[in-house]
């Protein structure tokens, strides 16, 4: 049996070393357009176990781990930017709130399966758009739910308060994950 990553995240293939360091990353571009539909829960957990079942074919004897990060304010999904001023939108709308980040993940080995999602909530500073515009200019947001990574808060404290796991709020929820794991094994 082999560990199976299905996602392109260089914050879940970090994440997942701390899982197994033997493991492969196999990827399918799925739509995920369709899934904002659904509850924030849901579509988390809609897009988590269809970027799964893109891979199983090519690995059916194997562990397939895939996951989906997503950031909501006032029910609203927040997904990764489109370009640069949307991003810069989607920071000032959470600077001074508190927001929840949802994780959803799949978990995969021959006939079990899990799917489920670990919940965050995250409050923000207040901050206004100097530092927006330098934090933009000095990391890459253009991949992440929400704009931000929260483990960039040590140089730019847009953070104030993580409630839950931050493993989550970077996007793999590793002792969630490790747990389901060990069901679907057994």
Do not use: C, W
Not at 136 to 159: E, R, W
Request: glycine share 6%.
């Amino acid at each position: 049996m082999k560990y199976i990553l299905a996602s392109k995240s260089p914050r879940r293939k970090q994440l997942m070393k701390f899982i197994s360091s033997d493991f492969e990353i196999a990827t399918e571009d799925i739509d995920e357009s369709s899934s904002y539909a659904l509850s924030p829960i849901e579509a988390v957990k809609d897009i988590a176990r269809r970027k799964g079942e893109a891979v199983d074919p090519f690995y059916p004897n194997d562990l397939i781990i895939s996951a989906d990060t997503i950031v909501v304010l006032n029910n609203e999904i927040i997904g990764k930017p489109k370009d640069i001023e949307d991003a810069k939108n989607m920071l000032r709308k959470l600077s001074g709130r508190t927001h929840y980040v949802y994780t959803g993940f799949r978990i995969k080995y021959l006939d079990k399966e899990i799917v489920d999602y670990v919940e965050s909530q995250v409050q923000f500073n207040n901050y206004d758009d100097t530092v927006i515009d330098s934090y933009i200019s000095t990391h890459t947001v253009l991949d992440k739910a929400g704009a931000y990574g929260i483990q960039d808060n040590g140089g730019f404290p847009l953070v104030f308060k993580v409630t839950g796991s931050i493993d989550n709020v970077i996007g793999f929820p590793v002792k969630e994950i490790k747990e389901a794991i060990k069901k679907v094994i057994n």
